[in-house]
């Protein structure tokens, strides 16, 4: 029984490329009380290998979060499969906008502590006392009312290419840093506004808002589906989009667009920019923003000293790696000294 993956993501690569068959990126997230996350895990692993579904998944004893590449041809057994697992049974399948082949490379199921590092204690509050949840329709109109506080529940470097109209964005790293700094700033308002938060796909705003009500907030909301499925319903039902700029979303694609509004700027030379890259020094790989023009001009890096490094054969670059693991610039997402126009 295969457990594991036995391909690298550049042969995976070569097979899709060479298959040729349509794929569908999707994500979907599920609280639910899992006695046995290793041995679930294992399930998921040896189903979905076999019908070659691709992403990165983590299940914990509160649930799954999962974000994946299903073949087209193979959604409906795909579908199946997961409706007769209990607690997904028509779970919501948040299906992306843009689709790509090369989305996920890999089969990633992983057990973790949690599938959002939140670092809530969750047995401090109900957790299934959550927000209220409003489609595009509603969200609209509580972004209409002057009584409504928005809020972005995802980290800067997501908020920087794309938020909603009026939405506060905190300047944070990540979900866990946001909490606190949120409530700080909206303290003089848990009765007399509407909270209302929204993220990627939802999964975020689903523990954030059991946890502001507990805090004491009593008129609070959350977007269901989240921008991916905000961005669906805007299309169907022709409604008016209220999101600029493009959603951040974890795969190889780094983004989806939602409007032809470019609110970003290149990292290096800050000209109008919202692509996101990763420094072709592997020892760095810092996530940052660059334009096609500094891409041509720094091979591809985030700074002079990467860009020699990554010039140096292969082996060389492998030998200054040894010991040494990846920079902590991979988890400063735009924030090294190096980029002159950072955030």
Known sequence: MQLYNKLSAKERAAMIEEAGEDRLTLSFYAYAKIGNPQLFRNHLFVAWDQMDVLGRIYVAHEGINAQLSVPAKRFAEFKEFIDNIYFLKDVRLNIAIEHDLKSFLKLKVKVRKKIVADGLNDDTFDVT???????????????????????????????????????????????RDSLPIIEEDLKDHKEDKNLVMYCTGGIRCEKASAYYKHRGFKNVYQLEGGIIEYAR????????NKFIGKNFVFDHRRSERISEDVISHCHQCGKPCDTHVNCANEACHLLFIQCEECAKAMDNCCSADCKE?????????KALRKGKGNSNKIFKKGRSEVLKYKQ
Request: aromatic share 8%.
């Open 309 to 317: 490094i990554a010039a140096l054969p292969y082996e060389e670059q």
């Open 233 to 240: 319903q805007v299309d169907n039902l022709k409604l008016d």
């Open 129 to 175: 006392n959550k927000g209220v949840h409003v489609d595009a329709k509603k969200f609209n109109e509580l972004l209409d009312d002057p009584n409504t506080v928005l809020v972005d529940m995802r980290n800067h470097y997501e908020s920087e290419i794309g938020h909603f109209q009026g939405a506060i964005t905190p300047d944070v790293d990540t979900f």
